[in-house]
């Protein structure tokens, strides 16, 4: 009733390189307003899931983010990557690949403008399937980060087993990073790990100076948090990224 209604929006929080300053993505993150005040993913998103309508719901996401990509497009912005989330049951749909594909050419968007967010338990179940659909979103050019990474199952086999651009280092390891010795070695060997790997690492939930010194002096690739921004309304986001200095 939701999608009928008209009740979701996405909104966009940059993602950040931590090197140059460059808003290198725009995370899409879907926001539910029925008429009774507003839900959070967090609540809505596992029933979604458990039900199977995050099937219909995700093509939504999936479609409308790369309609407002291509919107960007038209107003001259080149860099910023559109990053969706995918759930696990979406990937059971055998024609997921084709799905996308289909949505890409509908709206004219280069794949290159796409990247999709993924959790590490997608990876630990139905392999064979995981790793040819996300070998035919790789060479697509889409690119695919790991999702709130060293929370799930994590073995750390499938780091060389499948085609991983980035590592989405959970936000839970970063919020104490700079006071807490055990967080700082965790968040240091996932970069070091990654690095060797030839995957790049986003910090998530970087809400402090300090936080993001520490990442900084890790060699941490990119950032995402309140620090810089949060997640905002198409509109505001354009505003964001012109007003960068430059
Ligand atoms: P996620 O993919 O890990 O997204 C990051 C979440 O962290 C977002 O919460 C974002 O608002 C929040 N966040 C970002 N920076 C900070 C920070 O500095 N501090 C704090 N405390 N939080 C920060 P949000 O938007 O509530 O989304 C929650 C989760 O819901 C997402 O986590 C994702 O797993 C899921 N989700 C959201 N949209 C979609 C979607 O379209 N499809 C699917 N399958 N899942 C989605
Ligand atoms: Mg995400
Ligand atoms: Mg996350």
Redesign the pocket.
């Known amino acids: 009733q939701a999608l009928t209604r008209d009740e979701f929006t996405l909104?966009f929080?940059p993602i950040v390189n931590l090197g140059s300053g460059e808003v290198s993505a725009a995370?899409?993150?879907?926001r539910w307003n029925p008429s009774a005040g507003s839900i959070?993913?967090?609540r809505f998103?596992p029933v979604a899931e458990e039900t199977g309508l995050?099937v219909p719901i995700?093509e939504w996401?999936i479609r409308n983010a790369c309609r407002e990509r291509q919107k960007w497009a038209v107003l001259g912005i080149t860099q910023p990557r559109m990053v969706?989330?995918?759930?696990a049951r979406q990937f059971a749909q055998k024609n997921l690949v084709a799905t996308v594909g289909r949505m890409l050419q509908e709206v004219d968007l280069s794949p290159e403008h796409l990247g999709i967010?993924i959790t590490e338990s997608l990876l630990m179940e139905r392999p064979e399937d995981t790793i040819r659909a996300l070998n035919a979103f790789s060479n697509m050019g889409v690119q695919i980060s790991v999702?709130?990474f060293g929370t799930g199952y994590s073995s750390l086999s499938y780091l060389k087993r499948f085609p991983l651009d980035k590592l989405k280092v959970d936000?839970s390891f970063v919020r104490d990073i700079a006071t807490d010795p055990d967080d700082a070695a965790i968040v240091t060997a996932i970069i070091a790990m990654a690095h060797s790997l030839n995957i790049k690492v986003v910090a998530?939930?970087?809400?402090t100076e300090q936080q993001l010194e520490f990442l900084r002096s890790r060699g941490c690739d990119e950032y995402?948090?309140?620090?810089f921004s949060?997640?905002m309304p198409s509109a505001e986001f354009i505003v964001k990224l012109s007003n960068l200095p430059s």
């Open positions: 909104y929080q995370e899409a993150l879907l959070g993913p967090d998103i995050i995700g996401v969706v989330n995918i759930s967010e999702d709130d936000r998530e939930g970087v809400e995402q948090g309140y620090y949060r997640p």
